[in-house]
């Protein structure tokens, strides 16, 4: 998210350090650790998207039970729920 506020892409009401804290308490979301297995997993998806960051957020969806929220298409096709 930061990668992309920098490049104008995404914006937020307040400065994201401020803002997403208060959206992650509002709406009861917790963080969820990388960890070495999860490079592992992510290493390990078909070759259907080359983002290593997409990658490791397609894992560690699939590895908690989660829904990416993202149009990101190609990200279903590494194995996660994707709702957008």
Partial sequence: ???KHRAG???FPQ?????IP???AYFQINDLP???LLNYRAGKLP???R???DRLIATHAMQSGCTVISPDTQLGLL???RLW
């Fill in 15 to 19: 400065p994201p350090e401020k803002w």
């Fill in 22 to 24: 208060s959206r992650r």
């Fill in 9 to 11: 892409k995404l914006t």
């Fill in 79 to 81: 194995g996660a729920s």
């Fill in 34 to 36: 990388l960890d070495e």
């Fill in 1 to 3: 998210m930061m990668v």
């Fill in 51 to 53: 983002d290593p960051c």
């Fill in 47 to 49: 070759d259907v998207h």
